[in-house]
């Protein structure tokens, strides 16, 4: 199937591992240019050269950390001095710190804000002008299955997670008419290193092995396994794609049949 992107230039943002990265991967091999970005440099890079040495795409890496302004400011302009635009938006960030309510003050309640929302919010913010102005964009934003059911031990992400939801979902009914697509994916308990440091956070709380904690995820999910990011990644394209034209302000799990509830 050809989703059209050949010729697109897709920012993905915290792209030097795991979902990100799987994102980034898929619309590659799609044809598409990146804008790879991420805090640390040397696994960006790492990232940039595996996946232009796969697929041939055309990709700069920007380290920089989306959380702040700053950071925001770098990654886009890198974006437009190399490409001019950007036709596709992913939404990426790592997750905020486990913890119950007591184990967080306010500095650790607007880290997540700024992690989480702020970086949705702004990246949004500096590429929407040229999606309206050319009368067609994607925005896919990673988001977490804790969204539509809370995670336990995941105060922040529970709280924060809720918010861009609300936001890119509002989003969507405002630009839709210009020819954009917002969309949000809800992974599950997946493969990648944000899950290992989730167990070891549960298994530290609970006083008990790591090898436990990963087997009681596998257990509550229906299919009795951890997702792999590439089946993340394969969606988050099609979303990305002149496909899913049609398809816009969804918020679609991938978690093997988690979340329990009927919508």
Not at 66 to 74: C, D, P
Not at 155 to 180: Q, W
Not at 200 to 212: F, S
Not at 213 to 228: A, D, Q, Y
Request: glycine content about 10%; charged content about 25%.
């Amino acid at each position: 199937m050809d989703l059209g992107l050949r010729g697109k230039v897709a920012l993905v943002a915290a792209s030097s591992k795991g979902l990100g990265r799987a994102v980034a991967r898929e619309l590659a091999a799609e044809g598409a240019s990146l804008v790879l970005c991420a805090r640390g440099e040397t696994a960006l890079e790492t990232a940039r050269r595996e996946i232009v040495d796969e697929t041939g795409a055309d990709a700069i890496a920007v380290a920089a950390d989306v959380a702040t302004n700053e950071g925001v400011e770098q990654v886009t302009r890198a974006a437009f001095d190399r490409f001019g635009h950007v036709d596709i938006l992913v939404i990426n960030a790592g997750g905020p710190p486990a913890g119950t309510f007591d184990k967080h003050d306010w500095n650790a309640w607007q880290g997540a804000v700024d992690l989480t929302l702020r970086s949705a919010v702004e990246l949004t913010r500096a590429v929407l002008p040229g999606m309206r102005e050319r009368h067609w964009g994607r925005i896919v934003a990673v988001n977490s299955i804790a969204a539509k059911q809370p995670v336990d031990n995941l105060m922040l992400s529970n709280s924060i997670r809720a918010a861009v939801t609300g936001f890119l979902r509002t989003l969507a009914n405002e630009v839709a008419a210009d020819g954009i697509t917002v969309n949000t994916i809800l992974p599950g308990y997946t493969r990648t290193e944000r899950v290992t440091h989730l167990a070891e956070a549960n298994a530290r709380k609970e006083g008990v092995d790591q090898k436990e904690i990963l087997g009681r995820f596998e257990r509550e999910i229906p299919m009795r396994r951890l997702g792999e990011p590439s089946e993340f990644g394969a969606l988050a394209a099609f979303l990305c794609s002149e496909r899913a034209s049609y398809i816009t302000a969804q918020s679609i799990a991938v978690d093997g049949g988690w979340i329990k509830g009927l919508l």
